[in-house]
């Protein structure tokens, strides 16, 4: 297995290894130390079809909760994140974000399986957000510890949200619902469950306040914070091959979706790790 760091914060490519393969304890042992150390690792040259990704999933700690999205045909842990050619819906997932944060237990990871990639564009962006939180000053840091973010999907999955009646055209089987208003409560600031390394956890879009705080000043906090969150320095940028599978640890970083890539079909299938029990 040969280990390339991307040279940006976060990141690296993993040739030599064949994931639709034994996937022995030793190997997994070896993936969990890279991907802790690098928050995002990107596999090329792999041959794996749905039964291989769902695998590689439980082998990597099991399948975690989806919500709003339908699975594909046959499957009950796999979505496509899906756009076609002549796709004229505003992008998915365009905006930072950590999957899922606004659940009890939000999941460890994502997989996503190149399925189809536009000749260029639509690469994915990461942000390390233990780079992000070791860079603030001491004061900063402290007082950013003591604050609970409020979390909730309902700007995104709830009815009236972005994914929800009015979003036409979409070929992603999103399913927005009410219970996307629920709320979730988390601290802002959480030490990684296996490195103890502190990360700012998630971001605006599905952190919609801070408990106690009144909202004007929560959201002149959170939107400074953002800013913050995605400098430069912290941002590595994926591009895609075809037959590559990318893992990331959503304990760690953020990540978007970019386009760029119009006229073209692009699909990847993608399953979450559940947290560690
Ligand atoms: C996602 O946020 O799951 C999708 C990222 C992408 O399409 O690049």
Redesign the pocket.
């Known amino acids: 297995m040969k280990i390339t760091p991307s040279g940006s914060s976060c990141g690296a490519r993993v040739d030599g290894v064949d994931l639709a393969g034994d996937l022995s304890p030793e190997l997994i042992g070896k993936i969990r130390t890279a991907w802790l150390e690098h928050r995002v690792l990107a596999f090329a040259g792999q041959r794996m079809d749905d039964d291989a990704l769902e695998r590689f999933t439980l082998a990597m700690g099991g399948f975690g909760e989806d919500p709003f999205f339908a699975p594909i045909a046959g499957r009950e842990h796999i979505a496509a994140?899906l756009?076609e050619a002549g796709e004229t819906a505003p992008?998915?997932?365009e905006n930072w974000?950590s999957?899922w944060s606004f659940l009890d237990r939000p999941p460890a990871g994502?997989c996503?399986l190149a399925i189809d990639i536009p000749p260029s564009g639509?690469?994915?962006?990461f942000a390390n957000q233990i780079a992000a939180f070791a860079a603030l000053p001491d004061d900063r840091k402290d007082a950013l510890r003591s604050l609970i973010a409020i979390h909730s999907a309902r700007l995104a999955y709830a009815p009236d949200g972005t994914y929800g009646e009015k979003d036409e055209g979409r070929s992603m089987a999103i399913r927005p619902d009410e219970s996307a208003n629920a709320t979730q409560l988390h601290p802002l600031i959480q030490p990684h469950p296996e490195t103890g390394e502190e990360a700012i956890f998630s971001t605006l879009g599905y952190i919609i306040g801070i408990e106690g705080m009144e909202q004007p000043e929560a959201i002149a906090l959170l939107s400074e914070l953002a800013q913050w969150q995605v400098r430069d320095e912290f941002v590595y940028r994926?591009r895609?091959e075809p037959d590559m599978l990318v893992i990331w640890d959503n304990r760690s970083v953020l990540?978007?979706?970019?386009g760029g890539y119009e006229g073209h079909r692009?699909e990847?299938h993608?399953t979450t790790i559940a947290a560690a029990a």
């Not at 639509?122 to 962006?125: F, K, N, P, R």
């Not at 990540?255 to 970019?258: F, L, R």
């Open positions: 994140i756009r992008l998915f997932a974000h999957d994502t996503l639509g690469d994915t962006l994926h895609w990540h978007k979706a970019t692009r990847l993608r």
